[in-house]
């Protein structure tokens, strides 16, 4: 069985005449005739009572017709799907994030993804570190990541989305918590909550620099697998925690006060990466949408090809 054959006998079924129905196939009359005698031999029944007179639907005839149009129609959504993902109408696009800093962002897009381009399935994927995001975008494992690092290898290009400053953040009922403001060198001795140590990790390297300036050692009681973790660490009187600014946008404990630091020199960026050489064709339209939703800038660190 095939479709063109499905078709012809629909446009005679339709029109219950071989002629109307090759003048609409745009066919001569005789291929219409042996394409129907084919799906009749193909099938082993009659499809049609044929007269000098008339052309009637048998009974097999009149069964085949619903799954006929529902054969060709799902025909013509396959080749419309296939036509969408090839423009970059549909697809899937997935974007790896870490926690409680981004997430309000990612809500953002998605929501922006789903109206803007119905036909893209948009993944998101959540962990907890965003380094391994970054090396998830050159494995091909993923399509953007978003994260801060200090560097972006060849073969990524970025766009720095967010400007973040760093914050401290204490328990409610700690000394320092009706400030507003903290210099490292106040830190000596403190407890503190860390996320886990990694290779790139921008936090563990601001904490390592800025607490080694003020003359003192980290004194890292606590590892917390994210930043979700870590405040409610922080609030439970386990220890402070060096964080970003955006995580104090986005988390609102009671038990958790956020101070600036006044060390800090180096800006930190949140970044959004993807690989240069992807081959998605839904990417480029994601890409286009977060830099209207993200406006941010081009970042003049990552390498160029």
Do not use: K
């Not at 009359?29 to 009637?56: A, K």
């Not at 286009?288 to 941010?296: D, Q, T």
Request: proline share 6%; with cysteine.
């Amino acid at each position: 069985m095939e479709i063109q054959q499905l078709r012809v006998f629909l446009a005679v079924a339709e029109e219950l005449h071989f002629g109307r129905a090759a003048e609409r196939l745009h066919l001569a009359q005789p291929p219409v005739s042996r394409m129907v005698r084919q799906l009749e031999r193909d099938l082993g029944v009659d499809l049609f009572v044929r007269s000098t007179r008339s052309v009637r639907l048998t009974a097999a005839g009149a069964a085949l017709v619903a799954p006929a149009r529902e054969i060709l129609a799902a025909t013509q959504r396959a080749r419309a799907s296939a036509l969408a993902a090839e423009r970059g109408e549909a697809g899937t696009v997935t974007l790896a994030y870490a926690g409680a800093s981004t997430h309000v962002l990612v809500g953002v897009l998605a929501r922006e993804v789903r109206r803007a381009h119905p036909g893209i399935e948009f993944q998101l994927n959540s962990q907890d570190f965003a380094l391994p995001a970054l090396a998830r975008v050159l494995r091909d494992e993923v399509d953007i990541s978003l994260g801060r690092w200090d560097f972006v290898p060849a073969g990524v290009d970025a766009r720095i989305i967010a400007e973040e400053h760093l914050v401290l953040a204490v328990p409610a009922s700690h000394r320092l918590a009706s400030r507003d403001e903290v210099r490292m060198a106040e830190l000596a001795g403190e407890p503190l909550v860390a996320l886990p140590p990694h290779e790139g990790s921008v936090l563990g390297d601001r904490l390592r620099r800025l607490s080694l300036g003020a003359g003192f050692d980290p004194d890292i009681v606590q590892r917390a697998p994210d930043s979700w973790t870590a405040m409610a660490l922080v609030g439970a009187e386990v220890g402070c925690s060096l964080t970003v600014s955006s995580v104090a946008e986005n988390v609102t404990d009671p038990h958790v006060r956020f101070l600036r630091v006044l060390d800090e020199t180096l800006p930190i960026y949140l970044r959004m990466a993807w690989r240069r050489t992807s081959e998605n064709p839904a990417l480029p339209a994601v890409l286009a949408l977060a830099e209207h939703v993200w406006p941010g800038r081009p970042d003049e660190a990552a390498p160029q090809a």
